[in-house]
């Protein structure tokens, strides 16, 4: 026998067992699944009788935004734990099960199930103070822990709870409602039609279907439904699936050919991944409800199921969401509370979701709101609502790189849609390659070098894929391939992390260390061996020192006091700008890295032409990042003629 408490974070959880004989026959606890609870949050005593259980803070668990927002909680992160109880009363042995939840897996999205509790995450200040001030008729839900960061509500009846943030006036709007009472008509005409039509041929459209009839092995069975139905929450009454069978006595069948028509109708209508496992069974808010909307981007919704991890209810290991977690497209590019460019029109398009989608669907940029704009998340690259392309991407295969149609990069095709330099032109002659993977990759991109060079490893199947998402070994998980994204092993520490073995050795086998693929050679003509990273950086210090003397002489001064010489180049913000001797930028007159009211950038393009050339072209290889890995024929080629144009 099993018995549900979902008790909330940071509370002590006191369980009493009474027995009416053998008094004296000691009750044997054991945590038999979940995050190892240490000594000082599993305590037992009265032999076995009083049993303290005390469940992490949320702040523990889930690092908070520094904005106000509704908090997701992934499957992981929803902290079960599972304790047995065994004991032999009137010489029968005993047996229970109990399982101590802190809350049930939440989008962080604005619609919300009944039954279930919804944290809301007051972000960074000193004084926080929440009010409910509308809530459904015969409702009880009331706020806890109103004047905390973190407080929450339990909604108890359909409809809409509207929560005040005081310190800031911004107001909540929380919709509720149950799996049951939500029609199943999302997809018809002149409503939500192309997404219906789209979904259908997603995986998420069969996920209970196909293990119901074996497909995805012999082991499907009641574990499964919370990843493969909609609703399936033990413990919680909120009209889902698990309620629905419940309610009719119906049971999994061993997996088998046409077990899906013996499925009861009323079953079947949740069993799948549908529109209110991702959305919620609330009422969804329209696009107007600017903030509310937005939050359908995050990847709480994905990490729902896609994060379970040593997880009792789950019969295959989600990696996904925590491999993600440890990628620098996890967060935004200064790592903080600011949005940055994720927020700005010209850069939206590849640093936040929202944007990224928005470009793809309709071609245009947009800005969006820097209180609810989300860093790269699942929805970025596979779409939700189709399943026409592998793995449900939304580039496959063929994409505009730099301005010219670049094929045959199979799922690398999504990842080359941003990794790319784009094109310097005479209105931006100050413009960074700046993020220029995909053209090093290609061997384009030079403007010293007249034809193109691809890499071999631009022919590999999947490109970009096949060597940053290969599949890790398995004590390497969550610390390279997969969705970190990763060649290095992000576990191994140091400024520059070891390559993760199967990055190189799937092609290259085992033979040879990762750092000596390519051979050990004179790579730059400098008549001295090493392997290619090595070779790279002596090759590039030359560039360097060469250009400096070239720049130094062009004599390019800023406006500050006397003004200053720029004698080298450092990208900012996109733009390649000139630095002086002591690496300070041209033109930041007070030395605080920002060009405010009085001070204007000094770029490259007040080099000579042939000059700003060199300068593209050593960005171009140094923003690559790999080190001459990508293509190594086309990055030294270019270092070459980056030499002989400087002397």
């Keep these: ?44 005593s009265d032999g076995g009788r009083r049993v303290v259980v005390r469940t992490p803070a949320l702040e523990d668990v889930v690092d908070l935004d520094a904005r106000l927002s509704v908090v997701a909680l992934s499957r992981a992160q929803r902290q079960e734990y599972r304790l047995q109880m065994e004991a032999t009363l009137a010489g029968r042995q005993e047996r229970r099960v109990l399982r101590i939840t802190a809350a049930s897996p939440h989008a962080g999205t604005f619609q ?8 809301f995450n007051g972000g960074t200040g000193n004084e926080h103070r929440w009010t409910l001030f509308a809530k459904p008729d015969e409702s009880r839900a009331e706020l806890v822990d109103a004047e905390s960061r973190t407080p929450h509500i339990r909604p108890d009846r359909f409809g809409q709870y509207m929560i005040r943030y005081e310190p800031t006036g911004v107001e909540i709007n929380l919709q509720a409602g149950a799996y049951e009472d939500v029609p199943r008509d999302c997809g018809r005409e002149g409503c939500h039609q192309p997404e219906g039509e789209g979904w259908l041929t997603t995986a998420h459209a069969t996920a209970f279907r196909r293990g119901l009839e074996g497909e995805l092995g012999s082991q499907f069975d009641e574990r499964c439904w919370a990843c493969h139905a909609t609703g399936v ?9 698990h309620v629905t069978a419940r309610g009719i006595g119906w049971a999994a069948p061993t997996p088998h050919p046409g077990a899906w028509e013996e499925v009861p109708r009323q079953v079947r209508r949740h069993g799948s991944v549908w529109c209110s496992a991702c959305h919620g069974p609330g009422r969804i808010l329209p696009p107007q409800f600017h903030w509310e909307y937005g939050a359908k981007f995050q990847a709480g919704v994905c990490a729902q199921c896609h994060d379970a991890v040593n997880d009792p209810d789950s019969a295959v290991e ?18 903080g509370a600011d949005p940055g460019p994720a927020a700005r029109r010209e850069c939206a398009a590849c640093h936040s979701a929202q944007g990224f989608i928005a470009h793809q669907d309709t071609g245009q940029h947009i800005t969006p709101e820097a209180r609810n704009v989300h860093a790269i998340t699942c929805a970025t690259c596979h779409d939700p609502h189709d399943g026409s392309l592998p793995h449900a991407l939304r580039v496959h295969d063929e994409t505009e790189v730099s301005g010219r149609l670049a094929q045959n990069l199979g799922t690398g095709a999504i990842c080359a849609t941003c990794h790319q330099a784009g094109e310097p032109d005479e209105d931006r002659p100050s413009a960074a390659p700046h993020a220029p993977q995909t053209d090093v990759l290609l061997g384009r991109g030079s403007l010293l ?39 290095r092993d992000l576990g191994s520490g140091g400024s520059r992390p070891i390559l993760a073995p199967p990055t190189c050795t799937n092609c290259h086998g085992t033979q040879v260390p990762p750092q000596a693929i390519g051979g050990i050679r004179d790579w730059d003509g400098d008549d001295v061996s090493d392997n290619i990273g090595r070779e790279f950086e002596r090759a590039l210090r030359v560039a360097r020192r060469l250009l400096r003397e070239r720049i130094a002489f062009a004599r ?11 004698s080298d180049f450092v990208e900012y913000d996109a733009q390649l700008l000139l630095v002086d001797a002591g690496g300070s930028l041209l033109g930041d007159c007070d030395g605080d890295r920002h060009f405010g009211e009085g001070e204007e950038t000094v770029g490259v393009g007040q080099l000579s032409r042939e000059l700003r050339k060199v300068v593209w072209d050593i960005a171009l290889v140094e923003k690559d990042g790999s080190r001459g890995r990508h293509n190594p024929a086309f990055t030294f080629d270019i270092l070459a003629s980056v030499r002989r144009s400087l002397r």
Excluded: K
């Design 1 to 44: 026998e099993e018995e549900h408490l979902s008790v909330g974070f940071g509370q002590e959880v006191v369980i009493e067992a009474r027995t009416r004989c053998d008094q004296h026959e000691n009750l044997r606890w054991t945590q038999i699944a979940g995050p190892d609870l240490d000594s000082a949050s599993f305590t037992i």
């Design 112 to 119: 919300v199930a009944t039954g279930v509790d919804t944290y």
């Design 233 to 241: 929450d033990p413990g919680v009454d909120n009209g889902g699936f």
């Design 318 to 335: 989600a990696w996904q969401f925590r491999e993600w977690q440890a990628a620098p497209m996890a967060t935004f590019v200064g790592g």
């Design 449 to 487: 070098l007249r034809a193109p060079r691809t890499g071999v490893h631009a022919q590999l199947a999947d490109s970009c894929v096949a060597c940053h998402m290969a599949e890790p070994e398995s004590e390497m998980r969550g610390r390279a391939g997969g969705h970190t994204f990763s060649v």
């Design 556 to 566: 390019v001064r800023d406006e500050c006091g006397e003004g200053r010489l720029g």
